[in-house]
């Protein structure tokens, strides 16, 4: 699936309306179990957003780690955590994590 980037409006209004599932727990299929640590902006493109993970993963800042980008396309990411060992790390995009849960939201798409 092709997922648009994100204005910076956008991410910054899909990121306030799923900040509900911090301290949250799921899992899916037969995976670990993972607690929501976070719900991030970062950049759209992969290489600026392994940049910021990078950043991110050291400050556990998000607007910290965004500094220096000068792009206008964003993302917006769930930060979790195996609920076993809160030191793994992993991120997933908030589309990715609802089309996998079944929630429906309307997510603002670029026109073609």
Do not use: W
Request: aromatic share 14%.
């Amino acid at each position: 699936m092709e997922f648009r980037p994100f204005t910076l409006e956008d991410a910054v209004e899909v990121q306030d309306d799923f900040e509900d599932l911090k301290d949250t727990e799921f899992k899916t299929g037969t995976s670990i179990v993972y607690t929501v640590h976070d719900v991030i902006i970062s950049p759209f493109n992969e290489d600026d957003k392994l940049k910021f993970i990078d950043r991110y993963s050291q400050t556990k800042d998000c607007r910290e780690s965004l500094n220096g980008y000068s792009g206008s396309e964003y993302d917006v990411l769930l930060v979790v955590y195996d609920v076993e060992d809160e030191t793994k790390y992993t991120y997933t995009s908030i589309r990715t994590f609802a089309a996998t849960k079944g929630i429906k939201y309307n997510f603002p798409v670029i026109a073609d």
